[in-house]
């Protein structure tokens, strides 16, 4: 498919369905950690995920090739996807669904930051300005906010904003190293093939491996391997190559709203005025922050 200059229909409706599919995964990843510990779970999904993209590349007859000119920046992002995930698998162990999905998705936030001093073209403007300050009130307001009886902790709201925060320095270690030449496919490669030892390494220091565990949970974790590591993930690097990267991040601020209302919907979560303030707040800044630039 060819470089498209705008969002057409079909990456409208590519857009939206991803957007809620990162949202139900946030649901999937919570049932998991119930018999799974959370950091030893990232690692065995990230285990699944090379198995199925090394065998998707190479029936696809595309192998996987690990070139030592892309080593150094294939280190380091894989190291932030391994950190990325390790946050937020904890964040989702320690609190609720709704609030890590306000809080992760302050991603485009944290990347528009860094864009300004990093990437050529992408200062920020007025209105940018403006989204950014809406937004890091909405971070600051759920940051604030705790529901009587409500299964949230400090430390998890944390460690979802510094998942948010390597979530950004994954694209933009994308877009601004040697990694833009590669495939999306072995972009997401490197990132998981690196990701197993720093996540099974790190496993033990955070607890005993196995909880509970049933057979709903092995389910859960083949479908976050193969489904959304290995197959979503890649589909989302693939609508970057294709749409513009504003375009495609101006989708984002939807996962937040499924994802609140999911937790809610299914798992019944509280959800206060504060919070829902706090959503619509990191909504409006995304949109901001993701608004085409005037000629």
């Known amino acids: 498919m060819e470089r498209s200059n705008g969002i057409d229909a079909f990456g409208a409706v590519a857009l939206g369905g991803f957007a809620l599919f990162l949202a139900f995964n946030q649901i999937i990843i919570k049932m998991v950690n119930a018999g799974l510990q959370p950091v030893f779970f990232a690692g065995l999904r990230s285990l699944i995920a090379v198995v199925a993209l090394w065998g998707w590349m190479r029936w696809r007859g595309r192998p996987a090739r690990l070139s030592r000119d892309m ?11 391994g950190f990325e995930f390790l946050f937020m698998f904890l964040a989702l162990d320690l609190t609720t669904v709704t609030r890590t999905a306000v809080l992760l998705y ?61 979530w950004a ?15 999306p ?3 997401l490669f490197w990132q998981v093939l690196v990701s197993v030892p720093l996540l099974l390494l790190a496993a033990p220091f955070f607890g005993p491996f196995i909880r509970d565990l049933q057979p709903i949970h092995l389910a859960g974790l083949l479908y976050q391997g193969v489904v959304v590591v290995a197959a979503g993930f890649a589909f989302w690097l693939w609508l970057l190559s294709v ?12 996962t937040p709203v499924f994802g609140v209302a999911l937790g809610w919907l299914l798992l019944d979560e509280p959800v206060g005025p504060r919070l829902f303030a706090a959503l619509i707040l990191v909504a409006v800044g995304i949109v901001l922050i993701n608004r085409p630039r005037k000629a």
């Open 185 to 187: 496919d072995m972009q």
């Open 243 to 254: 749409y513009p990267a504003s375009g495609v991040a101006s989708f984002a601020f939807l």
């Open 106 to 166: 302050s991603m485009p936030v944290w990347m528009a930051l860094a864009a300004h001093f990093l990437l050529p073209g992408e200062r920020l403007n007025g209105m940018r300005i403006v989204g950014l300050a809406a937004a890091f009130s909405g971070v600051a307001l759920a940051l604030s906010d705790r529901v009587p009886g409500g299964q949230s902790s400090l430390a998890g709201d944390l460690c979802a904003v510094v998942a948010a925060m390597c």
């Open 169 to 183: 320095a994954i694209a933009i270690l994308a877009r601004a190293t040697r990694l833009a030449r590669l495939r």
């Open 71 to 81: 080593a150094g920046p294939g280190v380091a992002v894989g190291l932030v996807f």
